[in-house]
Nanobody, 120 residues
Framework: QVHLVESGGGLVQAGGSLRLSCAAS????????MGWFRQAPGKEREFVAG????????SYADSVKGRFTISRDNGANTMYLQMNSLKPEDTAVYYCAQSPAVGDLHRGYWGQGTQVTVSS
């Protein structure tokens, strides 16, 4: 059974930084793509960033390019999202996801989410 647990969310002022983590268990972590999605109140869940199994091909939504960095540590079965220059519009519940390919993340396994709130 795949189990994904997000952590690292919280309240931060605009311009600040947070680092999210996603700890995975249940199957061989290094064989799967990982990614982050977010959902703000009243909005659809949206893709934020994805990374392939080896970590050498990250991809980002235009809204976070240059501010967020996705990475993974296959030895620790953990994925990260470093979020810098945070804006109030980044406020959302952030979810991690796992699937065979980045393009399939929306159909993969999901964690329970971690709240990120950016105050202006």
């Amino acid at each position: 059974q795949v189990h994904l647990v997000e952590s690292g969310g919280g309240l931060v002022q605009a311009g600040g930084s947070l680092r999210l983590s996603c700890a995975a268990s249940g199957r061989t972590f290094s064989r799967y793509a990982m990614g982050w999605f977010r959902q703000a109140p009243g909005k659809e869940r949206e893709f934020v960033a994805g990374i392939n199994w080896s970590g050498d091909t990250p991809s980002y939504a235009d809204s976070v390019k240059g501010r967020f960095t996705i990475s993974r540590d296959n030895g620790a079965n953990t994925m990260y999202l470093q979020m810098n220059s945070l804006k109030p519009e980044d406020t959302a519940v952030y979810y991690c996801a796992q699937s065979p390919a980045v393009g399939d993340l929306h159909r993969g396994y999901w964690g329970q989410g971690t709240q990120v709130t950016v105050s202006s």
